[in-house]
C-alpha cells in the first residue's frame, strides 16, 4: 500500500506569497504519482505583527506576484472597502474545523478561501462565506457547524500560530516544515516592497537567477518530504 505523504505548511491565509506557493505545490501534488496532502498550520500575521495586514500591502504584491504564474485565479477587490475582511482569524478556525474530517477537506477548505479572497473578492471574515466555501469543497456541514460556532478549533489556531512564531522561529509566509524539522522559506518568489524615492514605485528584487525555474523548489520539497517518508 502506498504510503499518504504530508507536507507542512505555515502560512497565512491573506498572504499573496502563500497563495503563489499554494498553486504550485498543488498543481506538483496532481501531477505526482504518490497519494500527496498538505497539511496547512496556521501562522497568523495577525499574531506576530499586532495588527490587521494591510490592504494596500496585498495590493501591492499581489499583481506582480500573480505574473510569475499565469494560470493563477486573481482580481482586484472589487466590492466596497467596508467588505474588506480585516481578520483571517474566523477562516483559520473555519479550516481546522475541516482538518477535523480529514486533511484532504481542509486542504480543499484552504484553498476555497484564499481563491475566494483573492479572485473573487468575498469577505472570507464572515461566518455565512465560510460556510458557503466549506458547503462547496464536501465538508460534512452538521459536524463543521457544530464544531465552528462552538468555537472547538479556537485554541488550536492560536497555539499553531504561537509554535511557528515562538518555537519553531519560521521566516515568515509561507514556510514549509519538513519530517526531519528542515523549514523553506525561500520560495523562489521576488521581493516587493515600495519604492521610497517614487511616490507610488514599486522595488521588485528577483530571488532566482536567469533561466532558473521558480517550479524547482517545490519539487525539492515533494522529493524530501517522499525520502523522509521511507
Known amino acids: 500500500m502506498t504510503k499518504t505523504i504530508s507536507i507542512t505548511m505555515y502560512a497565512d491565509l491573506a498572504c499573496p506569497y502563500a497563495y503563489v506557493s499554494a498553486y504550485r505545490l498543488r498543481k506538483l501534488c496532481t501531477e505526482d504519482r504518490a497519494p500527496i496532502v498538505i497539511e496547512h498550520k ?14 494596500p500591502v496585498l495590493e501591492l504584491e499581489l499583481p506582480i506576484l500573480v505574473q510569475e504564474e499565469p494560470g493563477i485565479l486573481y482580481q482586484p477587490w472589487q466590492r466596497p472597502e467596508s467588505e474588506w475582511p480585516v481578520t483571517m482569524w474566523p477562516a483559520f478556525e473555519a479550516v481546522k474545523c475541516a482538518e477535523r474530517q480529514s486533511l484532504e477537506l481542509a486542504a480543499a477548505l484552504d484553498w476555497a478561501i484564499r481563491t475566494a479572497l483573492f479572485a473573487e473578492s468575498r469577505c472570507i471574515s464572515m461566518r ?9 469543497v464536501g465538508v460534512e456541514m452538521g459536524h463543521f457547524a457544530n464544531d465552528f460556532d462552538r468555537g472547538v478549533a479556537k485554541y488550536q489556531v492560536l497555539a499553531e500560530a504561537r509554535e511557528g512564531w515562538e518555537h519553531l522561529h519560521v521566516a515568515g509566509s509561507p514556510t514549509f516544515v519538513l519530517s526531519s524539522g528542515k523549514q523553506i522559506s525561500n520560495v523562489g ?33 515533494i522529493a524530501e518530504a517522499q525520502q523522509s517518508s521511507k
Open 42 to 55: 496556521s501562522l497568523a500575521l495577525e499574531y506576530i505583527n499586532k495588527e490587521p495586514t494591510p490592504k
Open 128 to 136: 455565512h462565506v465560510l460556510f458557503d466555501l466549506a458547503e462547496h
Open 189 to 221: 518568489l521576488p521581493d516587493i516592497a515600495p519604492d521610497p524615492d517614487q511616490p507610488g514605485g514599486v522595488l521588485v528584487k528577483p530571488t532566482l537567477g536567469p533561466g532558473q525555474d521558480g517550479m524547482e523548489i517545490f519539487r525539492q520539497i
